[in-house]
């Protein structure tokens, strides 16, 4: 079997089989497209000559490459080949894994940065004013505070949140997200989200969506089509600039912060997994050290014999 066959079978079981998102095929595509042109190189005509010489060589080569990779991008691209190889092994199209001594290196915990409960208030009076507020906010205003409010309420994906339809808010207070693998998960809705939603939908989303075509989406651009994720970003880019925040906000900022907050106010780590669609509650361990790490903080300036 040839390389080019595998890996356009596999593609397909990614897709159908597993339910990847189109963001995990374009990078599992991009990492074994390279590894495909490196066997070219190599007169490879069929993976069942592959040995784990082979491996380790294209690895070791993309690892010295100039510049040199990231940890992460290395760990990707041999999860990537493995789980080629893994496949045709399964498919009989092999009759050795040359992969199976490969060991995935320990990559660095990097503790996920929240924002303060602070910041997040004025990073949400930079997207526009509440509903009701003082200040009559815009019709674009109206509809970044929903965006952000429902980020936050949430802890939703930005992806997900922009693939939000108007049927998956149900009677206002929850709404259904649709996330990795196609998992539905309900997430509840405080509020400040309903309220900014609601101002939204009656508000502002009915002449939005006359300036373009039909749409089921929730969250519409000025000519009416849906928001991209792009566009997402950079409300919230603008709403920090706005807000005077030097932190690197981005959409994923609002995710951490919504997990880090439920943890620091008693939410058990088993119902914020569910929450954030997590498969692994290890996943969502990771938010734990942060409210820890929090705790040390408070402690060492607030104890009198702590330093």
Do not use: C
Not at 27 to 53: G, I, K, M, Q
Not at 119 to 134: F, H, K, N, Y
């Amino acid at each position: 079997m040839t390389p080019e066959r595998v890996l356009d079978r596999y593609l397909r079981h990614l897709t159908i089989e597993r339910g990847l998102s189109p963001h995990s095929l374009a990078a599992y595509r991009r990492d074994l497209t390279r590894y495909l042109a490196w066997l070219e190189t190599r007169d490879v005509t069929d993976v069942a000559a592959l040995t784990a010489n082979d491996v380790d060589a294209f690895l070791a080569e993309v690892a010295s490459g100039e510049p040199r990779p990231a940890a992460s991008s290395l760990a990707r691209l041999q999860s990537s080949v493995r789980g080629l190889h893994r496949f045709a092994l399964r498919e009989g199209w092999t009759e050795v894994d040359p992969t199976t001594r490969l060991v995935a290196p320990k990559l660095p915990k990097r503790l996920p940065k929240a924002l303060t409960i602070d910041q997040v208030d004025r990073l949400l009076d930079g997207a526009g004013p509440a509903p009701g507020a003082q200040h009559e906010a815009s019709a674009v205003q109206l509809r970044d505070r929903a965006l952000l409010e429902l980020l936050y309420a949430t802890g939703a994906r930005v992806s997900e949140a922009v693939s939000l339809d108007v049927d998956d808010v149900i009677d206002t207070e929850i709404v259904r997200v649709r996330g990795k693998g196609s998992k539905e998960r309900i997430v509840p809705l405080g509020s400040y989200a309903r309220e900014a939603l609601a101002a939204y939908l009656t508000r502002v989303r009915p002449a939005l969506a006359r300036r373009g075509r039909a749409s089921a989406r929730l969250f519409l651009g000025v000519r009416g089509a849906p928001l991209s994720r792009q566009s997402a970003w950079l409300v919230i880019q603008d709403a920090a600039e706005r807000a005077g925040l030097d932190a690197n906000v981005s959409p994923h900022t609002l995710r951490h912060s919504f997990a880090t907050h439920l943890l620091q106010g008693g939410a058990d780590v088993r119902v914020v997994q569910e929450l954030l669609g997590h498969a692994s509650v290890s996943t969502t361990q990771i938010y734990t050290h942060v409210s820890v790490d929090t705790l040390r903080e408070v402690y060492a300036s607030s104890h009198p014999r702590a330093r």
